[in-house]
């Protein structure tokens, strides 16, 4: 049984997260969802950025350390685009998701308590790393996993579903940062880029990304965008042929 007690309940028997859809996105979701923002949060450090956040992330948003909360509105996944996008990732509850870039882990958080499905992020700040796990602990999310560490040093073997909001432009946007923690360079940006891009590649056919907003660089000539929502921010991308020449779906 995983963390979405309710939803974990409705995909016990099904085999296709569409046929429960109406089970899962509705009364179970809110449940979990109103579980999980009762908790203020952990730390409590001054950061100098503006939020604007809808009512919803805000709230969801006090689970983590205000300095966190103060970055959500710009690095971390909206709730409802979260929601979306396990619906896009999750197709049987045997899928195992990829956060490349996972942060303080929302996507993951919320994710995990819609599903059964598993959601690993990899966060290469450690502190963020932190916050992630103790959320997930405090909240009884053991369908989640946060590893600490560079994308460029775990393989994507074993994954059938990405999900990436964008997670390499502060290296090209510096001045929208998250912190000083980790270099930033437009080489950086290239060589997680094509890092992504060669692992994507080598998954099978029929394996699922999902893209928020950015250019999708990382995604392969291979796969094909199937689905676009939130005026096309939100992106399925299916991978539906091997063999192709360059891994680049477009020239970076
Ligand atoms: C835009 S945030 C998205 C966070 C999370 N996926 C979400 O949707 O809420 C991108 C995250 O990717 C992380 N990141 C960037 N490059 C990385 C790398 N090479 N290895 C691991 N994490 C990385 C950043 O530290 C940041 O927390």
Redesign the pocket.
Known sequence: MGGGTGAALALGDATSLSRIAPIVWSGSFRIEVNELIQYPGLLDDEFDEEPCASIEDERFDQIYPSKVQKLSWR???PVTV?VEATKLLVTEPRTRVL?????????CLVAAALTDARFT?????SD?VTIARRAALKHRLTNVEIIH????DFAFAGYNAF?????????MFQRQK?DSS?PLSEA?FQK?THYVAAQLGNRPIGTRVVT?AGTADEIPACYDCEQALFGGDLKLWIKTRDGARSIYRRTT
Do not use: M, S
Request: aromatic share 18%; net charge negative.
């Open positions: 690095h971390w996944t979260a956060d490349v870039g996972c942060g303080p882990g929302k996507f992020g990899i966060e290469q700040r963020l560490g560079n994308v460029t999900y990436l909001f964008n997670p390499f432009e502060e290296n998250i980790v950086l997680y928020y």
